[in-house]
């Protein structure tokens, strides 16, 4: 083979590869997991239980990525009814968190043919029964992952040590803190130059109390398996461990929360300051052919600039509603990181001064998002255009050089994630018909800790 021919092979090896969820090798599947000692018979072919499971299992992984990565719900009548339920780690994106629930539908569905079965993978669980266990007191029973590596013998204790104390941090930060989701990770230095890295989940459904306690059962059974080795893992039914001596979540969670779910509206409306959040953070997937209509078929007409992540449109909604599109372009390799980054970031946050993002859509090569039109386009068009310029006297841009401060203020001390946004600049700054200013572009920023006040990255990137 030539060498243009074997560097090339290799390249698509390494960057077409990207994982996500292992389908062939699940760390556990029960094929038979019974409830309060009841063990379950097995369905048979073409039987209403069979037909409920296919509808519930695709009705699973639909939702859980709209959902704060936890569904659970039921299909069927009497005997036949099948309750479900999945759990993505806390870390996973949407995309990650989707593909992995398909890949744990079809695990079960070849290696299982129980009334009530469970199956799990790194990024997720999914859970199915006929018997409705979502309120259930269940015995707790575990499983443990390790790794064969022990610790060198002069590390062991400092690591121990250091990994008891981290533990112990996260069980209070899941199970105290609603919104972490019941998701906690983490890091702690064990000597100068070497971390123990943590991760915590319980499910979102049981009691502060109860995941608290699950928790510490679980870190109680660190001996049992995993005392002395460089990472090990500790899986119960509501919740699960992780230790390593590297960093395994996601790379803007070191140190920091998971993306957490959306807070209550408060029960005094008159309370809420203007810069408060402001409802629900629940992200919708909206549907391709409805945007394609909305955008005349992404017509040039319609079309109102290109970026690095690729096209944007102006559409009408049925309603009324304008909104902006976001195209990704098929071969923007970058662009596929930053739209996730959009999804998982701006879908938590809400303010003002932040452009709002209404939803997206990821169908077959078409990845899209959907926020609120902003008539005005950006800060850029009206500083360096010759015509627009002098419409931005100094009491408007006062007025404008504030509301940016507010929305940075509100990412970094005020939301419930610590965003540093790494790309502002004037063309990345778009104001509405009232030339209030809102940020936009969240492509390249990073979620930091709560206390953190500084990071590195791994390439020079934003502005």
């Not at 290696?111 to 269940?138: E, G, H, M, P, V």
């Not at 049981?206 to 001996?223: K, M």
């Not at 992200?283 to 005349?296: C, G, K, N, P, Y």
Request: glycine content about 8%; some cysteine; charged content about 20%.
């Amino acid at each position: 083979m030539s060498p243009f021919l074997l560097y090339f092979s290799l390249f698509v090896l390494l960057f077409f590869h990207i994982p996500t969820c292992n389908a062939e090798n699940p760390l556990k599947v029960e094929c038979n997991n019974s409830y309060n000692g009841i063990t379950a018979a097995n369905y048979t072919n073409n039987s209403t239980f069979q037909t409920n499971l296919k509808i519930l299992l695709p009705s699973l992984s639909s939702n859980v990525s709209l959902i704060k990565g936890f569904y659970k719900t039921s299909i069927g009548q009497g005997l036949d009814t099948v309750y479900g339920l999945i759990l993505c780690r806390g870390d996973a994106t949407p995309v990650a968190c989707r593909n992995c629930t398909d890949f744990a539908s079809e695990g079960i569905l070849s290696r299982c043919k129980s009334r009530s079965s469970a199956i799990w993978y790194d990024l997720c669980q999914l859970q199915y029964s006929d018997t409705n266990f979502f309120n259930l007191s269940i015995t707790p029973w575990w499983f443990y992952v390790w790794s064969m590596n022990n610790m060198s013998s002069p590390e062991v204790e400092p690591f121990k040590a250091a990994r008891g104390d981290l533990m112990r941090d996260l069980a209070n930060k899941a199970a105290y803190q609603p919104w972490r989701g019941m998701f906690a990770t983490g890091e702690l230095n064990y000597s100068s130059t070497n971390n123990v890295y943590g991760l915590m989940q319980c499910k979102p459904d049981i009691s502060e109390a109860a995941c608290h306690g699950c928790l510490q059962d679980a870190i109680g059974l660190i001996p049992n398996c995993c005392d002395s080795t460089i990472g090990g893992r500790v899986i119960g039914e509501v919740c699960n461990l992780r230790f390593e001596d590297r960093s395994f979540f996601g790379e803007s969670l070191v140190g920091g929360p998971a993306p957490p779910p959306a807070l209550p509206p408060p029960t005094n409306p008159t309370n809420v300051g203007r810069d408060q959040l402001d409802g629900s953070a629940i992200l919708l997937h909206i549907d391709f052919e409805m945007i394609r209509v909305a955008t005349s078929d992404f017509s040039d007409e319609n079309k109102l600039g290109e970026g690095g992540f690729g096209a944007v449109y102006k559409g009408s909604l049925t309603d009324g509603k304008e909104i902006a599109v976001k195209r990704l372009s098929t071969n923007s390799c970058q662009g596929v990181k930053e739209f996730m980054n959009e999804v998982v970031l701006i879908s938590k946050l809400q303010h003002k001064n932040l452009v709002q993002l209404y939803g997206c859509c990821v169908e077959g090569q078409e990845k899209l998002l959907i926020y609120e039109y902003i008539p005005k386009g950006s800060l850029n068009y009206f500083l360096f255009d010759p015509d627009k310029r002098p419409s931005l006297d100094w009491k408007l841009r006062f007025k404008i050089i504030g509301g940016i401060a507010r929305g940075l203020l509100y990412l970094h001390e005020d939301s419930r994630l610590k965003i540093i946004h790494r790309d502002l600049k004037a063309s990345n700054i778009l104001l509405d018909a009232n030339m209030i200013p809102k940020i936009s572009d969240f492509g390249m920023a990073k979620i930091f800790g709560a206390d953190q006040t500084r990071g590195s990255a791994s390439r020079i990137a934003g502005t």
